[in-house]
């Protein structure tokens, strides 16, 4: 048997590499998209003068023989041109929008994987916070809606990655929690994500609609391996991961609320600067 402890840090090693390797392939999809993105944003441009050329031709139609008229007409009607004039431009601004979202994607992925960090940086907690939200949302997009209420935060020097880590796991027991809620109706459930100040801290507060957590459950959420999941579904690493970034990595407390049948809040509290806070104490 290993011990547990042991295990946790070897699991949070094995997200780092992971996290770097995340990154990587991030900014290696970035380049490629580029392009594309240039192309189809040349294409565009491209199409729009082609149209307006083709419309003069057509209107100098009537300037030809007859016979050399109406074989142009022919080839016309062949490809279908008013089918092309119609939809070439809005396939090319579908197009453009899949290639917007893979880049939000890859940006989102770049932002939360934040690899070898070995020291606590500023970070714009609201933005890293909507990455990770991002990443999470295949997760609980078929059970639950999510609400966003960001308020305006100081820079928190902190190691963000592993914040990412918690708020990650916490969200995707909450779609998992909603998931067995919702199972079998057409009901859906809402995750909220609220972040705010208090004092010299920041709160980000993640609220849920699951089925809550039982009593039997509840001293027990924290254990590293404790989980009531089937095997695959979960390996019950995730709490324990989540407070070990919270608390030991960046001074911060991670606690729950729970009610049966309506639903589990957790509450981060981070220091705004942990270094400051060392320093007065
Ligand atoms: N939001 C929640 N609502 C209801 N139960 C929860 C919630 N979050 C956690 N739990 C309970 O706490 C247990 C431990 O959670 P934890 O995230 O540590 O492990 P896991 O989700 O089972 O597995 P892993 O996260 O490693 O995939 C879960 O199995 C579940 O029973
Ligand atoms: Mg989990």
Redesign the pocket.
Known sequence: MSDPSHEALRQAQKIEALGRVASGVAHEINTPVQFVRDSVNFAQEAVRDLLDVLRAYESALDLLPPAEAARVRAIAEDADIPYIVENLPLALERGMDGLQRVAEIVRSLKDFAHPDQDERKPVDLNRSIASTLAIARNEYKLVADLVTNFHDLPPVVCFVGELNQAVL??V???A??IADRVAGTDQRGTIAVTTRIDDQHVVVIIK?T????PES?RAR??EPF????EAG??????????KMAVCERNKGTLT?E?EMGV??T?VLRIPIDPTAAELAA
């Open positions: 796991n916490i995707v027991n909450a998992h929690a849920d699951g089925g809550g957590i459950v959420m924290f404790f989980t009531t999941k579904r979960g390996t019950g690493q995730g709490l324990a991961i989540a729950f729970t639903g589990t957790f």
